[in-house]
């Protein structure tokens, strides 16, 4: 069984940077095989895909996010990092984790996040 957990969101001003992490017990990412993703939901908003892609090969970026935030997430590892660069308010949402396991090809959610921009 697999367990997701973020952690690092927080209050920042805009501008500035912050790191998201996700640990996911329990797997050990296979290249090629195993997707990771980060999604966000802002208040009265619909969850949206903000990154993601399979481990080892050259992620997505929703247009919003691209060239600000980048997604880690190492083949042989468990942790999916999302860096995100130059927020703005409009970044403030709830973050997610979603991983899929090709073992049991199921999704893992994490709990969430919150991330706010203000100043």
């Not at 999604?39 to 949206?48: C, L, N, S, V």
């Not at 892609?53 to 929703?62: C, E």
Request: with cysteine; hydrophobic share 35%; net charge negative.
């Amino acid at each position: 069984q697999v367990r997701v957990v973020e952690s690092g969101g927080g209050l920042v001003q805009p501008g500035e940077s912050l790191t998201l992490t996700c640990v996911a017990s329990g797997i050990v990412f296979a290249g090629n095989r195993d997707r990771v993703a980060w999604y966000r939901q802002a208040p009265g908003e619909q969850r949206e895909l903000v990154t993601g892609g399979t481990v080892g090969n050259r992620p997505w970026y929703a247009n919003s996010v691209k060239g600000r935030f980048s997604i880690d997430a190492d083949i042989g590892g468990n942790t999916v990092l999302l860096k995100m660069n130059n927020l703005t308010p409009e970044d403030t949402a709830v973050y997610y984790c979603k991983v899929w396991d090709h073992t049991d090809d199921r999704d893992y959610w994490g709990q969430g996040t919150q991330v706010t921009v203000s100043s």
